[in-house]
């Protein structure tokens, strides 16, 4: 759904997963119906398209910690297919399908003199004739995944395909290294390997232990080391990267060793998708989380929520869906006057 000329909407939604979801569904069950939602992959629901195996459980519940449904979006436990037909569903029976935008990733909401959100998209997804988005109320729903930081070595340009920022090009049963020691790394690491494709996957992270990582990915990644379904290559950095005659990537770390890749994934920078964040005016706290009304998740900046995951720790996404919710309840109470001030 392309949109070539500014229009405001009421709300936009940024991000497609399981609370951007449930944010358009509650909004439509308000009676919100002027309502967008940008996600930049290709489908809603990406990283349990991505990073859950076939048959895997999707569960609402994170670490034991149990959350009880709020709102109007609720969920059965199931296998990963029956939860991506449910939320397809959901979506379809709500006759929302046509909010969706896909393919697109926004760097920054700007708050205009107006009161208006400037929705402003990277420039490497506008296609020709598109324009901003303007917006009166926005919900961020964009996750843990922040943008990778680029390393400081060359990237030689033949090997440079097999230098990757995300795990879209890895073919089955290739040896894949994966750099880092966030959240992003480790979701990285013991993702690919339940995907089942065959591929022999290194971590690799200049300390060598995790620190950085929520309790989850911690336990997930310390587990996959220790049980050997993930090389460990840790506490020792990168060097640089060179080609081998056979076109595969040839890696020289600081401590005088090398490996050969088929694929090296650099997943560097923080566990939070900080630039959006502070590009959009919101204050953060401890470890880069924003800071927000618990009962709204309504940030510092007025009209400018957040919800999910990059509030918390806790992975849940029975949480999201209540998120949403409170969110969507606000939004609901004060978009009638922000209408009225508009005509």
């Known amino acids: 759904m392309p949109y070539k000329n500014i229009r405001i909407v009421d709300l936009a939604i940024i991000g497609a997963g399981p609370g951007g979801v449930a944010?358009?569904?509650?909004?439509?069950?308000?009676?919100?119906?002027?309502?967008?939602?940008?996600?930049?992959a290709a489908t809603h629901n990406d990283m349990i398209h991505k990073f859950y195996k076939k048959g895997k459980r999707v569960d609402k519940d994170w670490m034991g910690i149990k959350f009880e449904f709020e709102g109007n979006v609720t969920f059965e436990e199931?296998?990963?297919?029956?939860?991506?037909?449910?939320?397809?569903?959901?979506?379809?029976?709500?006759?929302?399908?046509?909010k969706f935008i896909y393919g697109h990733e926004i760097i920054r909401v700007e708050k205009l003199d107006n009161g208006l959100f400037d929705i402003i998209i990277g420039h490497d997804n506008v296609e020709e004739g598109h324009e901003n988005l303007l917006a009166r109320n926005v919900i961020l729903s964009v996750g843990r995944m922040g943008?990778?930081?680029?390393?400081?070595?060359?990237?030689?340009?033949?090997?440079?395909?097999?230098?990757n920022f995300n795990l879209s090009k890895v073919q089955n049963g290739e040896r894949v290294m994966v750099v880092g020691g966030g959240d992003t790394a480790g979701e990285y690491a013991y993702g690919l390997v339940d995907l089942g494709m065959d591929c022999e996957v290194t971590l690799n992270y200049r300390k060598p232990t995790i620190t950085r990582m929520n309790p989850l990915n911690t336990e997930m990644t310390t587990k996959y080391l220790e049980e050997g379904k993930l090389l460990n290559k840790?506490?020792?950095?990168?060097?640089?990267?060179?080609?081998?005659?056979?076109?595969t990537v040839k890696v020289n770390f600081t401590d005088g060793t090398t490996g050969e890749y088929d694929r090296v994934v650099y997943a560097l920078g923080g566990t939070t998708p900080k630039d959006i964040l502070v590009n959009s005016g919101i204050k953060t706290g401890e470890w880069d989380?924003?800071?927000?009304?618990?009962?709204t998740m309504e940030t510092n900046v007025e009209g400018l929520y957040t919800i999910g995951d990059v509030v918390t720790d806790q992975g849940s996404i029975a949480l999201a869906f209540n998120h949403a919710n409170f969110a969507v309840t606000d939004v609901a109470s004060k978009l009638p006057a922000q209408q009225k001030a508009a005509s």
């Open 23 to 40: 944010s358009a569904i509650e909004a439509k069950l308000a009676g919100i119906d002027n309502i967008v939602v940008i996600e930049k």
């Open 78 to 98: 199931c296998p990963k297919e029956q939860y991506l037909d449910d939320m397809e569903h959901k979506i379809q029976n709500a006759g929302i399908a046509d």
């Open 147 to 163: 943008k990778p930081n680029k390393p400081k070595y060359k990237f030689p340009k033949e090997i440079k395909p097999r230098l």
């Open 234 to 247: 840790m506490g020792v950095d990168v060097e640089s990267v060179e080609a081998t005659e056979a076109g």
């Open 289 to 295: 989380v924003p800071v927000y009304d618990e009962k």
